[in-house]
């Protein structure tokens, strides 16, 4: 199973909106056509 992370680089480390992650690339993508047009998350893989 993978995510997808977007960590926004104008905001703090421990603020809410610092760090997003996406259950899937759809959901990802939404977020990005509302919020962030250019912005880029990251694929991870989640361990268990």
Known sequence: MTVF???NTSKQV???EHIKVFANIDAAE???EENDPEGVAF???VLE
Request: negative net charge; without cysteine.
């Open 30 to 32: 939404k977020w990005f």
């Open 43 to 45: 694929e991870y893989e």
């Open 14 to 16: 421990g603020d809410a």
């Open 5 to 7: 992370v977007y960590v």
